[in-house]
């Protein structure tokens, strides 16, 4: 059964860093594009961050390019995001989501994890 797992959230100060990981069991990661997505209470849902599958191409939306950064551990089968110099509105859960190869966005995603809540205050 494919399973994605977040884990790593947490309450932080402005200013602070948190690593997310997604865990993947059921499959393995390097086959798919691993995208990270977050969401608030009365938004929609929005993209973060996104690692694709077999050339490792990494997208960042313009909220999170040069603070955040994915990487993938084939040898763990995990996927992570770095956060740095976080701000409160980048409180949200995130999620992590997977399809094979290629990022897209939230509609193309097959499989997601449950959360993880990221909370920045002070």
């Known amino acids: 059964q494919l399973q994605l797992v977040e884990s790593g959230g947490g309450l932080v100060q402005p200013g602070g860093s948190l690593r997310l990981s997604c865990a993947a069991s059921g499959f393995t990661l390097d086959n798919y594009a691993i995208g990270w997505f977050r969401q608030v209470p009365g938004k929609e849902r929005e993209g973060v961050s996104c690692?694709?599958?077999?050339?490792?191409?990494?997208y960042y939306s313009d909220l999170t390019k040069g603070r955040f950064t994915i990487s993938r551990d084939n040898a763990e089968n995990t996927v992570y995001l770095q956060m740095n110099s976080l701000k409160p509105e980048d409180t949200a859960v995130y999620y992590c989501?997977?399809?094979?190869?290629?990022?897209?966005?939230?509609?193309?995603?097959?499989?997601w994890g449950k959360g993880t809540l990221v909370t920045v205050s002070s």
């Open positions: 690692i694709s599958g077999h050339n490792g191409i990494t």
């Open positions: 989501a997977a399809r094979l190869i290629y990022c897209s966005g939230v509609e193309a995603m097959n499989y």
